[in-house]
Every structure is written in C-alpha cells, then in structure tokens.
C-alpha cells in the first residue's frame, strides 16, 4: 500500500525502480489465492449435488436389483414405491389446489389493498409463517385441525359420498389425505406468496395508472395490468410451493397413519402414505437391504422434486428476461 | 363533446405537505392550453388533479373546487372512477399494455363498459380510433400484433388512440413527446392540432418552443421560492405569454433567463 | 342510475361518431361513506351471537357472517352504483376474506403452541435430560445443546462456502460456470429436507460403515440445505453494492481482492449477517434430516463426532411418536420442545431485523 502513490498512472509513467518489484507479485498472489477460493466454493457447489445425486444412487443400486420377496410388501420395488409415489403427488397436488388461489388473494391484498404501513407488517407476518419448523406444523395438524375436520368430513361422506374423493367412511381421527393435504397447503403458503408478492409490486406503476386513467375500477386495473404481469411468477411460485410439498417431511409423517394403497378417498383411514413420510418413519427401525430401498424411493422423491423445481426456475427466470426487455 | 373546466382556489396536498396553492383557472373547451414551468413547480401533480389520478397516492388529496361545465368533480357523490371515463390522459411515456394487441390495446377502455357489443361496432371504432391518432395506416395489417412491437413515437400514438376511444371530454397529455424524437413529436402535435377539434386539451410540457407551437392559451407555473409551495404565476392567450407577459418571473423564464 | 344515458353530455353541435359508447354518468348513486363498516360491523355481531346463543361452531358463524355481509355488500351496491362497482366490492371482500383465512391456521399454530407449550416450560424442562425418565418429568437440556451445536457446525461449514460462491458469482463469474452455478443453486434450494439427510447418510455410510449415527452428519445434512440460502441472501446483497464504490477503490490502485474484502464485503454486511441469521432459522426447525443422521438419545452427548445426538426437533417428535403410559408427560415434553424451538426461530428473525435496522443506514450513507 506504502506505494499507492507511485502506482497511481501505471500506464504513463515507467514505475521507479524496486518498489514495485516487491508490491506487484504480493498483490497478484492475493488475487490468484482469493479468486480461486471464490471460485473453489462455487464448483464446491457444483460437487455436493453431484455428491447428492451419485451417493444417492450408489446406495439405491442394490435396492434396484433385490429380489421382489425381499422387498417389503413382496412384489418388487417399483409397487413398493408405486403407492408412495402416488401418495406424494396426491397430497401435493391438493395442497398447491388450496394455496396457489389464497396465495395470489393474500399477495394482491398486501400489493394493492391492505394500507402501506399494514402491508409491510403482514408480509412480515407470512414471512414469519416459513420459518415456523415442520415438526410444529404436523403436531398442530393431528391435534388441532384433524379434530375440527371429524363432522365436517362426516357432513361430505354423507351429503357428496358420490364423488371417489368423498367415498368415506369419514376417518372419525381425522388423520386423513385431506387434513395432511391442509397443513402442507398452509406451509407452502408463504414461499408461493413471496414469489407472487414480488411479481405483484414490480408491476409497472405506468401500465396501472394507464388503465385507472382510462377509468377502471380497482379490480378491472388488477385484471388489465397486474395479473398479466405476474401471470408467469403466479405459475412458477406455485410450482415452487408443489416442490416444497412434494418432498415435506414431518408434518405428513405425523398427520397420516398410513394403512392403505393407492386412493383417491381423501376422508377415510385408508390412504397412503408419502415418500418422505415413509422414509422419516421406517428409516430409524432399518437395517441392511430396507435402507437400500429407502433411499431408492428418495432418489426418485429426488428426481421429481428436481424436475418441479427446474420447471418452475425456468418459468420465473423467463419473466425476469422478459420484464428486463421491456 | 369538449366541456369547459374551471378550477377555484385549488390546494394540492401530499399528506401535509402542501404541494400546490391557491389555483384558479378556466381551460376553454376546443383548445390547447399548456402547462409550463420548471421542475417540481407541480404543473404535473396539478393535471393529475383534473382527473382524479392524484389521490392515488396514499394520503393525497386536495382543497378547492374543480368544475367540468359546472359540475364539481370533488362533489360527494362523485365516483373518481367515472370521472377518469370522462377525462381521459396521455402519459409522459408510452405505456400500451405489453400483453394487449394493439387492436385490444385500442379498445381496452371501451371494453370497461360496454360488456356486449357488436363486433362491426367495435372494428369500427378501433379503426377511427386508430385514424384520429393517424395511426391507422402504420398498423391496420397487425392489428393483432402486440402494441409492444411499435416504435416509441407509435406507441404514444396508440396510447393516444386508447384514450380517445372511450369519448373523453377533456384529455390531458403529461409531458407526452418527453420521451420521443423530434419526427414523432412533430406528429403528436400535428395530432393535438386536430384533436382539439373535437377535445378539451390540457399539455404539460417543458418545452417552451411546443407549447408555443400547439397551445391557444399557456399557463406558468413557478416556486413562489425554494420550500414554498407551487402555484400558477400567470395564464394568458399564447402569444401574450411568450411576447408580452404582465409577470417578470414569467418573462425570465420564456425568454430562458432562468435559474 | 348507475349507467344513465348519454344525452346529458352530447354535444349537438359536435360530429356524432357513429358509435355512441355508454357512459357512466359522472355523479351517480353511492353507497354512503360508512356503508361498508356499518354492514361488516353488523354482520360480525349477528356472526358473534350466532356463535354464542344459538351455539354455533365458530368457523361456520364466522363463515356465514362473511357470506352474509358479501351477499348484503354487492347486492346493495349493485342496485345502487352498478355492477362494475359491485364486482370491485365483490373482489375485495374475497381477497381480505382470503387474507383472513390464510391468517387463521397461524393464529391458532401459536396458540396451540403457547397453549399446551407453557404445560412443561420449566427450569426442570431446561436442567434436565431424559436420563432415566420413564414418565414425568425430564427435560431437554441434552437436545437444546445439541441442536445449538449441529446447527451452529451447520453455520460453520455453510457461511465460509455460501459467502465465497457469493463473491465469486458477483465480482468473478462470468460465462458457462457462474451460469450453472447460479442455477444448481437455485436447485439446490428445492432440495427435500429428507433428501439431504439421506445424501449425508450415504456419505457417512461409505467411511464408517452401514447404521451409522454422528451430529456431524445432521450437520453436513443441514449444510446441504443452508447453503443455498446464505449464497442466494448474501449474492443480493453484494448486487446491492453500487459499482462506483469499487471502481472508486480500483482507480487506487487497490488490488481485486482487497477491494473485495476491504470495500465490498463490508458495505454489506449487515444485510449478509441478516441473511445468515435468517439461513440459520431456516434449517435450525429441521427434523427430518437429523431424525435419519443424528438420531435421537436420552442422554448428554455433546461430542459431535461420536454417537447419537439429541436436538429439540427430534426431541420433540421421538416424544410424540413413542409415548409412555401415561401419554400426557411426554406430549407435553413435544409441545415443551416446540414452543422452545419456535421461540429460538423467532428470536433469531428478531435478530435478523434489528442487524438489518442498526446497521442498514450506515452502508447507506
């Protein structure tokens, strides 16, 4: 540093001699050492995933290749993570049913509705709602929602039994497809509402005024400018939240008592489980071939999360291009 | 069509801030009246006033009475919604709806309204729309091409165009060459020219040479001095304004002797 | 009313265009300033003395007086101002309503968690590990210490590679790497939880052997989650930090990589500290990958390089999923460890926002 002065017009003036024969090299390491630490931790990154996807397969290898009788169930791996699989995409797919609407209701009511001052307080609030852990989530499921859905699934049995979803008999626990699909719609709540929120407050201030100016009210300027606007982040929010749901953990494992195959009967006892779930619940009592095929069954949990999230990635980068071009 | 607007002793507010004092004026219908003035002297907020468009901003609002052919637009019973039906606005950038086409672009307004009209109807209006903004022969083969793809000077045409469709009025144009080139500003006003034919138009602009080109009738506003609020200097017939002003304030400042 | 004819404002003397658009008129019926108040007030009473006198379930009371008072809200405002207006109040009663509904489930989450978390919140719940306790009593001294050590080695292995991908992305990235990067870190934060703490698993199970439990591999499990977090935060920040700066230290002569740690990181670092606090919450909650890495123990073990481990998390679920006779003792243990955790999580969101509200204005001057 003592040569600062010296070093100020590299270009113009030859530099005196010694001085910079000392400083440069030192700098020069410094940059090479920094730089390839930086870039070090980055394809560090790069290795974990690969790490992630490789050891997962390595330890699924053997599950791939077992014999069906020693696999639990006795027919083979691909029924035994069949049901999971299915039980996965079931509880997913309600759960993002129920949150993606509330998710663009609640970010239009802190983007255009609820008072400035408030607004920045509830996103604070929703926020808060992700950081609440999973455990807290399933243990409020099973003995806070699961009880007030007992008459409530009764009233559906009896009145829309004729839809399969509704066939019952009405779980009288309330441990159900319905109420595991609940508590993961309200956990996937806030992270779909934060990509939408976003979309939402960067909505060109030019494109609302413009159709306020041609005299819309409140929500026909939300239908002409917002919502095309945040169209895509609406679709790849939502997609995000149905990876979140796809691979949650505990509070299913605690909701559900899975006793059935696969079903559409989203009331009664009978219903499967999901991968995650069986991996959390089996996983700690196993040994030898069974953890083989627990984590055959997470390498395609894995898998399935990998492609929601790359599609929903894809979708919002694809905003961000087109909102730059404009 | 074109109604009169009278404004009496207007105050514009931010909160607590007080913006804007003590307006009065009468803008003639069929004519231009621009807005002059330097920077943040409110000539902007205050056309944002005609049309109701301030109070979108949290927490302002106005004192004093501003009238369309004796009606006050701030009465009681006055939907801010219908009033903006009424007077319509040009922005100081072109703002089409990028995931409109220009055709629906154009009728986008109109739509609010007339939920069932005859799709004849509607062709026609887009097409004199489009021809009143002297659009029309640039675009009529892609009409259903998005209004993103115009060009700039296009584009504020075609925003033009959306604001005549719904039969305003009262259109306020907000700096709306600003952001144009000279060739496209020379067709905006040849437009404003024929437009006020048939409209009341208010301009904002800082350009004196096109106030002084388009407008019958200029007004000035100016800081009475800094942290003071904005008001009307002077509002005289155009050719006073920019030969013979009564104000020396206003004189400085056509004559470019300002700040 | 609402939509009156036209006549009032033609001009005669003007070329009638040959589409006369309907116009709404420019005064016309509104409901009174207080209409909308007044009417949800109402309806919140009649929901009340539903709930009260007629004994009706809370959540159908409450539901019926929304109904009530959006049924009552557009209908009247329909006849009145018109079925524009009417569909605007229609859309915001549904979207609070929304908002109201999405409120509920966090609500009754942390009244449920003060509620039955209070039960055991105790000095003995905090002094006390679950050695030798059969039925009442024990605490969750072990698991408290255990989840600050898994989560703060967590932190340790997360921030220093969180922070330097972050740097490298912002000053040195460019081309095909920094743009994989950028995206497997992005997919890396969709990672299921279960997943992690199965890879750490499998890592671990390749150098000790098959069934192996240690709290450096809930660690690593955790790690696998956080990064993402802290690269994504700290990367926003330092996007954050306005070019002039470093080319104002550059034009001294100032080498890259002191620029970097002497100019840029702490211009940012209070939003990168709050960013970090926030990584921490995030995966300090986790279960699932510690339940299938580090496991659960009854006893002290502080040591995370060998055995079993306790943390609050598991702690709280291996006491719900394996009750004694009586059940009540251990789930109140599980409610006890929950309020604990999410009085850590909000303690440390607190933190977050006060980094952020000290230190904010500084880097901004």
């Given at each position: 540093m003592s040569s600062s002065t010296e070093l100020r017009h590299p270009q113009n003036q030859p530099p005196p001699p010694g001085a910079p024969l000392f400083d440069k090299p030192v700098s020069r390491l410094g940059d090479k050492l920094f730089s390839s630490a930086a870039t070090g931790a980055g394809v560090l990154i790069l290795v974990i995933l690969a790490g992630v996807a490789a050891f997962l397969v390595v330890e699924a290898w053997p599950a791939l290749w077992?014999?069906?009788?020693?696999v639990p169930g006795g027919d083979g791996i691909v029924l035994y993570i069949w049901p999971l699989l299915f039980g996965t995409l079931l509880a997913a797919f309600f759960a993002l049913l129920i949150a993606a609407p509330l998710a663009v209701a609640i970010a239009l009511f802190i983007t255009h509705y609820a008072p400035r001052r408030l607004a920045t307080a509830l996103g604070y609030v929703i926020d808060l709602l992700a950081a609440v852990p999973s455990i807290i989530f399933g243990l409020w499921g099973l003995s806070e929602l699961a009880p007030l859905t007992v008459e409530p699934t009764r009233w559906l049995e009896d009145n829309?039994?004729?839809i399969p979803l509704f066939?019952?008999?009405?779980?009288t626990t309330g441990r159900t497809m319905l109420v595991a699909s609940i508590v993961l719609a309200v956990m996937i709540l806030p992270i779909t509402t934060a990509v939408i929120r976003e979309a939402f407050l960067q909505t060109p201030r030019l494109h609302e005024e413009a159709s306020l100016a041609l005299g819309a009210t409140r929500w026909e300027m939300i239908r002409m400018s917002v919502l095309p606007f945040g169209r895509s982040s609406i679709i790849g929010g939502s997609m995000l939240g149905l990876g979140r749901a796809l691979g949650e953990t505990m509070a299913v494992a605690i909701v559900l008592s899975p006793s059935g195959g696969i079903t559409f009967n989203m009331i009664s006892n009978g219903n499967p489980s999901t991968i995650a779930a069986n991996i959390a619940l089996d996983f700690p009592e196993s040994s030898g071939l069974d953890i083989n095929i627990l984590i055959a069954s997470g390498l395609v949990l894995f898998a399935v999360t990998l492609l929601v999230n790359m599609a929903a990635r894809a979708v919002i980068n694809r905003r961000r291009d087109f909102s730059g071009a404009n | 069509m074109a109604k009169r607007i009278e404004v009496k002793d207007l105050d514009i507010y931010y909160d607590k801030f007080l913006?804007?004092?003590?307006v009065s004026m009468t803008i003639e219908p069929r004519s231009v009246t621009a807005l002059i003035g330097?920077?943040?002297?409110?000539k902007s907020t205050f056309l944002r006033t005609l049309n109701r468009m301030h109070e979108l901003v949290p927490k302002a609002r106005v004192e004093g009475k501003v009238l369309m052919d004796g009606n006050d637009l701030y009465g009681a019973q006055v939907d801010p919604v219908a009033v903006r039906r009424h007077i319509g606005m040009v922005f100081q950038r072109p703002n089409p709806f990028p995931t409109m086409s220009i055709y629906d672009n154009v009728v986008a307004g109109v739509r609010l309204n007339n939920k069932r009209m005859k799709k004849s109807e509607m062709d026609a209006l887009v097409e004199r729309s489009l021809r009143s903004a002297n659009l029309w022969d640039e675009v009529k083969d892609r009409l259903k091409r998005p209004g993103s793809g115009l060009s700039g000077g296009q584009q504020q045409r075609l925003c033009i165009a959306r604001a005549v469709a719904v039969q305003p009025d009262v259109l306020l144009m907000d700096e709306p060459c600003s952001a144009l080139d000279p060739i496209s500003t020379q067709a905006i006003e040849d437009l404003m020219l024929e437009l006020k034919e048939e409209y009341t138009i208010v301009i904002v602009t800082h350009n004196m040479q096109q106030a002084a080109r388009v407008s019958d009738v200029t007004g000035f506003f100016n800081l009475k001095s800094i942290g003071e609020p904005g008001g009307l200097v002077e509002m005289d017939e155009t050719t006073r304004i920019f030969s013979t002003p009564s104000n020396k304030a206003t004189e400085d400042y056509v004559s470019g002797r300002f700040g | 009313m609402s939509t009156s004819p036209p006549s009032l404002d033609k001009a005669p003397e003007s070329g009638e265009p040959p589409v006369v658009l309907e116009r709404p008129a420019l005064t016309h019926g509104s409901l009174p300033r207080r209409a909308a108040p007044v009417a949800l007030l109402l309806w919140t009473v009649l929901g009340l003395a539903l709930h009260l006198l007629a004994d009706l379930n809370p959540v159908v009371a409450g539901l019926l007086a929304a109904v009530g008072y959006t049924v009552v809200i557009c209908g009247w405002s329909r006849s009145v101002e018109g079925p524009r207006k009417a569909h605007d109040r229609l859309v915001t009663a549904i979207v609070t309503g929304a908002f109201l509904v999405a409120l509920l489930p966090l609500v009754s989450v942390l009244g449920a968690v003060l509620s039955r978390g209070l039960e055991r919140f105790d000095a003995d719940f905090f002094n006390n590990?679950?050695?030798?306790?059969?039925?009442e009593g024990g605490g969750a001294h072990h698991a408290l210490m255990g989840t600050l050590i898994v989560t703060g080695l967590a932190a340790l292995i997360s921030v220093p590679i969180g922070l330097l991908t972050a740097i490298y992305l912002v000053e040195y990235g460019r081309g095909a790497l920094a743009r994989y990067i950028t995206f497997f870190v992005d997919v890396m934060t969709g990672i299921p939880s279960i997943v992690a703490g199965l890879f750490a698993y499998a890592l671990f199970e390749l150098f000790f052997g098959a069934g192996v439990r240690m709290g450096i591999m809930g660690s690593v499990a955790l790690s696998v989650l956080m990064i993402p977090v802290v690269v994504r935060s700290t990367e926003e920040m330092l996007k954050l930090v306005p070019n002039e700066l470093r080319e104002a230290s550059m034009a001294l002569a100032v080498p890259k990589w002191r620029t970097v740690l002497k100019v840029v990181l702490p211009t940012a670092l209070a939003g990168i500290a709050t960013g970090v606090t926030l990584a921490i919450a995030r995966v300090i909650g986790e279960t699932a990958p510690l339940l299938v890495t580090v496991g659960i123990t009854s006893s002290d073990n502080f040591n995370p390089f060998d055995d079993r481990m306790a943390t609050l998390s598991v702690f709280s679920y291996n006491q719900y999923a394996t009750p004694g006779i009586p059940p009540e003792p251990f789930l109140d243990r599980a409610w006890a460890a929950a309020f604990t955790l999410i009085l850590v999580v909000m303690a440390l969101n607190l933190v977050a926002r006060l980094i952020s509200r000290l230190f904010a204005p500084k880097t901004r001057a």
């Open positions: 077992a014999d069906s009788e020693e829309l039994g004729f066939e019952g008999p009405a779980s | 913006a804007v004092q003590g330097p920077s943040g002297c409110g | 590990s679950m050695r030798g306790v059969v039925g």
